[in-house]
């Protein structure tokens, strides 16, 4: 069986806790891998690694940072497939859209690349007689990473590249149900030419987790993962005097007007509620029908939902694939087990599908519930897996303030051929991220990405500029070249002349 071990100061490092944690193939529930779980004293080696790396890295030119990182472009490139391969083998989705994860997650390394526009910095020329002032942005020293498994190769590129190109030093924990990926991308930045220590990785579960948000010499530490989480993230990490950016859970709705093309709609819901096997933050998992809409609308997504082909997810002609874990699978199947009990109206109930030849893989079809109750759990929690409420609204009215009601406020969109309709929806909806006909609104990498409310703790988003304000603190230089013969002692508040 292979092993996952650390990544510390550029080579590999035997775990030495004893203690591992299994990986699984998802498409056939064989363990095929375990995963070294760090200690507190492993965490602190890793981040000794990136402070030492930190003394030279922080300080080293914007040339020499980007030179690495282009290079690291072409090699992530050229690995795409491999990359692709390792992450269905443990998170189990299908090849296409783990190309699609690795396309998005290069595209924050390309971001990167760009890094000395960004770092540009500010200058005000005689700002008072003889006076002028510079804005620079300087990094913060040891960042750490902790990331979900639903997307273990871009939520870790959607932090380290920017963090390093901005001169901190990094120590990731990825996710320890899918750690390959990720061990992957150290590997492949170290063949890049990336100082030793400048990115470690620690694997592990909440001892690590906890190790990093208490040690002294992290000065930041981005999340992304469920809510509870994240809220324990940030409220730890920031009582310990850390810079912190939690991203965590959602509940997307998408709002279909009376107007709206009903077959691109559906198409759309289908799309962003059963890809991935649901097991996506920016997934549909709520669909708002308006004015008389539900029972058309319902109707075509249970169409295209049955159509839907659920395999293995290095067959080509799978279009779906497992669940994470079997406890998981179970838990998103007991949300569509009680949902009739609490009100909805079962359209579609994917709890018993097999697929033939993998009989202990994780596997659930697609459920589609309508008339759902806003107080059903189906609606209420966050189920990661194939199920789509359907809900049903009047008006306009009715459907926004049924999605501002909900706690998260992730990513929402709005089907529909109205563009006024549409302008008031962008700017009342409570949501970080919103789709006008786009139903994964996940912005390009030179925007930044996050949720409001219970789906981001802190005050930065990720990536693009948000991204480089977290990972650099901001300095003003004020400075003036005096001629010596008009030097006076001036006891005043110092003022504009
Ligand atoms: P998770 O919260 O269970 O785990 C995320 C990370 O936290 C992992 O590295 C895990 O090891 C660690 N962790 C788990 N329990 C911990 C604990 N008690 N103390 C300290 N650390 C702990 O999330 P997951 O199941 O891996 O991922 C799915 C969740 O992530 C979903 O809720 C999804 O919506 C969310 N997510 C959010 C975004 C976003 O951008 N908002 C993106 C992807 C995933």
């Not at 789509?388 to 609204?393: D, G, P, Q, S, T």
């Given at each position: ?220 530490v981005s999340f992304v993962g469920s809510t509870p989480i994240a809220r324990h993230i940030f409220t730890t990490g ?88 079997k406890a998981h699978r179970d838990k998103v199947a007991s949300y569509v087990a009680g949902a009739a009990a609490q ?11 097999t697929v033939e030849g993998y009989e202990n893989g994780h596997w659930i079809g697609l459920s589609l519930l309508d ?127």
């Amino acid at each position: 069986m292979k092993t996952v071990n650390h990544w510390i100061g550029g080579k590999a490092v035997e775990g030495a806790s004893g203690t591992y944690g299994p990986v699984t193939d998802p498409a056939t529930g064989v363990e095929t891998t375990r995963v070294a779980f760090a200690s507190a004293d492993e965490v602190d080696a890793a981040v000794a690694a990136a402070r030492a790396a930190f003394a030279t890295w922080g300080g080293s030119s914007l040339a020499a940072r980007t030179a690495v990182l282009f290079r690291y472009r072409a090699l992530l490139d050229a690995h795409r497939d491999e990359l692709a391969r390792l992450i269905t083998a443990e998170h189990g989705k299908v090849h296409a859209d783990a190309l699609g994860e690795v396309a998005r997650g290069l595209e924050i390394v390309e971001l990167a690349c760009g890094i000395t526009t960004q770092l540009k910095g500010e200058l005000s020329t005689q700002v008072s007689g003889g006076v002028d002032v510079a804005a620079i942005r300087q990094p913060l020293g040891v960042v750490a990473g902790i990331t979900p498994f639903n997307f273990p190769a871009m939520v870790p590129m959607w932090m380290f590249p920017l963090a390093i190109a901005c001169g901190n030093t990094f120590v990731l924990k990825p996710s320890e149900k899918d750690p390959s990926a990720a061990f992957r991308l150290a590997e492949l930045a170290a063949e890049a030419g990336l100082p030793d220590g400048v990115l470690n990785i620690v694997n592990g579960d909440r001892t690590a987790v906890d190790a990093l948000l208490a040690h002294p010499d992290v000065a930041a530490v981005s999340f992304v993962g469920s809510t509870p989480i994240a809220r324990h993230i940030f409220t730890t990490g920031t009582a310990n005097g850390k810079r912190v950016q939690a991203l965590g859970g959602a509940k997307n709705h998408m709002l279909v007007l009376p107007d709206a093309d009903l077959d691109a709609a559906a198409d759309a819901a289908v799309s962003a509620a059963y890809g991935s096997a649901g097991e996506r933050c920016m997934a549909v998992s709520a669909v708002v029908a308006v004015g008389g809409t539900g029972d058309e609308l319902v109707a075509k997504i249970r169409d295209r939902a049955t159509k839907i082909r659920i395999g293995p997810g290095d067959d080509p002609a799978s279009e779906m694939g497992p669940l994470i874990t079997k406890a998981h699978r179970d838990k998103v199947a007991s949300y569509v087990a009680g949902a009739a009990a609490q009100g909805a109206e079962v359209v579609l109930d994917g709890t018993g599908h097999t697929v033939e030849g993998y009989e202990n893989g994780h596997w659930i079809g697609l459920s589609l519930l309508d008339k759902v109750p806003t107080d059903a759990d189906a609606y209420r929690d966050e189920i990661f897996g194939p199920v789509l409420c359907v809900l049903r609204a009047e008006t306009y009215e009715e459907g926004l303030a049924l999605i501002n009601g909900s706690p998260w406020g992730n990513g929402t969109a709005i089907f529909t051929r109205d563009g006024s309709a549409a302008r008031r929806f962008q700017l009342e909806v409570e949501a970080g991220m919103v789709g006008v006909n786009v139903p994964i609104p996940v912005p390009v990498g030179y925007h930044s990405f996050g949720g409001w409310k219970d789906s981001l703790f802190g005050a930065h988003h990720i990536y693009g500029n948000d991204g480089v304000h977290f990972y650099t603190r901001g300095k003003v230089v004020t400075t003036r070249w005096p001629d010596p013969a008009e030097s006076s002692v001036d006891l005043g508040f110092p003022s504009h002349r």
